[in-house]
């Protein structure tokens, strides 16, 4: 069993940075993948950005490349999600999760049905 905890939503301007965490419980989280995604209000789940499980693989959607950066710390379980540049269209409830799968070294699944654990989700809210 996997328990993801997000933390460090909250409101910013446009323009403006944020940074997202999620901390994971259990002792196999180096070895998957993990991955970011939103929903907004009235919209349906997008996927934002993927991390491997070694951590030297990542992808974006196009739509924050150049602005969002994932990061893992597998020493501490926990994997970052920092947001510049933030537009007011990125409000939405932010997840992440873990891979089922556990993949190659530079696995980074897109999909949300590669994933099988998910967190409640953290609110980012973008001010214009």
């Known amino acids: 069993q996997v328990q993801l905890v997000e933390s460090g939503g909250g409101l910013v301007q446009a323009g403006g940075s944020l940074s997202v965490s999620c901390a994971a419980a259990?002792?196999?989280?180096?070895?998957?993948?993990m991955g970011w995604f939103r929903q907004a209000p009235g919209k349906e789940r997008e996927f934002v950005a993927a991390?491997?499980?070694?951590?030297?693989?990542?992808v974006y959607a196009d739509s924050v490349k150049g602005r969002f950066t994932i990061s893992r710390d597998s020493a501490k379980n926990t994997v970052h999600l920092q947001m510049n540049s933030l537009k007011p269209e990125e409000t939405a409830v932010y997840y992440c999760?873990?891979?089922?799968?556990?993949?190659?070294?530079?696995?980074?699944?897109?999909?949300?049905?590669?994933?099988?654990?998910w967190g409640q989700g953290t609110q980012v809210t973008v001010s214009s």
């Open positions: 259990g002792r196999t989280f180096s070895a998957y993948a």
């Open positions: 999760a873990k891979a089922a799968l556990s993949g190659t070294s530079t696995y980074t699944p897109r999909r949300g049905t590669e994933y099988n654990y």
């Open positions: 991390i491997s499980r070694s951590g030297g693989s990542t």
